[in-house]
């Protein structure tokens, strides 16, 4: 399978969330020439792909993710020649390039949107989705948006509610209307035509809800600190049966245009995310698996995952791990400084393809983002909380001049405290050395990219897996522990997350210690 199989099998894939990466003319938030500037430190890392969080012209009411013409580029960030020089240059340094599709929702300033609050009779009315308010004059029903509030807005120009599963800003398009689908479709294609290699598809679980609009059922184990929206169950809003044929019509555009990559981010339980593979596996080739993102850092419970995952992953599907992105904790500040090296070498040594967050390679935290600069509406909606994904979202630190190299004018969020990529690049001890060598074994190795998953060994100290290809068979153990912890397979060590380790002789995996080995 290694001889044809699509680059993505054994690719990984590095995310860039653009208001954050790299500032080219001094505005304090990044842009397409700031990433373009930045792509050899992906290439260097041995990462095989980009993919970019949106770059269309936005309101920014949600970093982006609220789209006011699909086919464009925001000017904060560009224009469409400097995506093209960055698409050239990506492909010159042999990375693919991934946008970001945002289908559930456009922005109300859409001119969509605009003619669809217009008028009742408006051509485009059916476009998104709207209700008449319940007879008490409340919302139509219980639903609550992603970001707090009901997911309902009320609009005098026409008297009735528009639905919105995130920020008002973002009203919910009407897939079930087939013009919408069209245009959708027909705006995947374009950049297709431009020479993107695939798409990560946002929040597709969200695309047909309920046509009936059926309430929400409670949830009795909702807790305050998940915020507002997980006090229901997303019975009516999620995954609903008719979303699927959506999908499978996007797969056919993306094969259509040369096999294109389709990633589709749809957060549920493991037989819901499944059903993204498509029956026939015509849905979406990578369903996001969020497990590493969720899960309580214990060895027994990933070992079990792990093995649960591979069951029931359909034949021929192909496996996929995530570990941070822009709107959950930061590795390094869940699982501490130490574990989160563990946590890369789980990441990069499970069978699947691997999407890297970026900064998670120099080890970058959560920061502290005072109320003043805030941008993020779950924050903005949730006061006083501590919700909010603006501290996983501070700007990358390149180097220790002013602006850490990452602006010479006013950063947009506060800038990060971690050492720089300048001052990490070269020093053998640091995060980034580490993750490069890391990297560089998994190409290396087929064993670790293409190979065989088998368990060795989960207690609660020690996660150890083999991976077996071609022949070749390693071995990977984890001490997800601040002790030292016997070492459950022995073998030639090939490396160690820790960087002055004698490999010759390692006889037990110290504190925060994985090692790759040869038995
Ligand atoms: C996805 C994105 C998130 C965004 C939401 C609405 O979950 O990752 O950042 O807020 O969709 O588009």
């Avoid at 997800?480 to 459950?488: E, G, H, S, V």
Wanted: no cysteine.
């Amino acid at each position: 399978m290694t001889q044809d199989a699509p680059w993505w099998k054994s690719g990984i894939i590095y995310q860039i969330y653009p208001r954050s990466f790299q500032d080219s003319t001094g505005s304090g938030m990044g842009d397409l020439n700031g990433i373009t500037s930045r792509l050899p430190h992906v290439a260097d890392l041995g990462a095989d792909a980009i993919w970019i969080s949106p770059i269309y012209p936005s309101p920014m009411k949600d970093g982006g993710y609220d789209i006011s013409d699909y086919t464009g580029i925001e000017p904060l960030f560009g224009t469409l020649d400097d995506f093209d020089r960055l698409t050239d240059e990506a492909h010159r340094l042999g990375l693919k390039v991934l946008l970001d599709f945002v289908p559930a929702h456009s922005s109300d300033e859409h001119p969509w949107f605009q003619d669809s609050r217009s008028a009742r009779d408006s051509g485009k009315r059916d476009w998104y989705i709207w209700h008449d308010a319940a007879p008490d004059g409340g919302p139509p029903n219980n639903w609550i948006s992603e970001f707090g509030g009901p997911a309902w807005t009320w609009d005098d120009t026409t008297g009735q509610y528009y639905l919105h599963i995130y920020a008002r800003e973002q009203p919910a398009l009407n897939w079930r209307n087939p013009d919408v689908a069209d245009a959708m479709l027909k705006a995947m294609e374009t950049w297709y035509e431009r020479g993107v290699d695939g798409f990560r598809v946002d929040a597709v679980e969200h695309l047909t809800p309920d046509a009936r609009l059926r309430d929400n059922p409670t949830n009795p184990d909702w807790h305050p600190k998940d915020g507002p929206a997980r006090s229901l169950f997303r019975t009516f809003t999620s995954h609903q049966a008719d979303l699927f044929a959506h999908v499978r019509a996007m797969r056919s555009v993306a094969e259509k245009h040369g096999r294109k990559l389709l990633v589709g981010e749809a957060y549920g339980n493991l037989d819901e995310v499944m059903l993204y593979y498509g029956a026939n596996l015509d849905g979406f080739q990578l369903p996001f698996n969020f497990e590493l993102i969720n899960a309580p850092w214990h060895p027994r419970g990933i070992a079990d995952f792990i093995d649960r995952y591979e069951a029931v992953i359909p034949p021929g599907g192909w496996p996929n791990w995530v570990l941070g992105n822009h709107d959950r904790d930061r590795i390094a500040t869940r699982v501490g400084n130490g574990q989160s090296r563990v946590a890369k070498m789980l990441l990069l040594t499970l069978r699947g393809t691997p999407t890297m967050w970026q900064g998670d390679e120099i080890g970058m935290l959560n920061e502290a983002v005072p109320d003043h600069m805030l941008q993020d509406p779950w924050a903005i909606n949730n006061p006083g909380t501590g919700i909010g994904r603006d501290p996983v979202r501070v700007p990358l630190p390149w180097d220790d001049t002013h602006g850490r190299g990452f602006t010479t004018g006013q950063p947009f969020l506060p800038l990060s405290t971690v050492p720089s990529v300048a001052e990490q690049d070269g020093d053998p001890a640091s995060m980034l050395s580490f993750v490069r060598a890391l990297i560089a074994l998994r190409r290396a190795e087929p064993a670790l990219s293409f190979g065989s998953y088998e368990r060795l060994h989960a207690d609660n100290g020690v996660l150890a897996y083999a991976r077996t290809a071609e022949g070749k068979r390693l071995a990977v153990a984890l001490n997800f522990t601040d002790a030292p912890q016997p070492l459950p397979v022995r073998g030639k060590v090939l490396l160690s997350t820790i960087h002055d380790r004698d490999l010759a002789a390692v006889d037990e995996l110290r504190p925060d210690e994985g090692v790759i080995l040869e038995p």
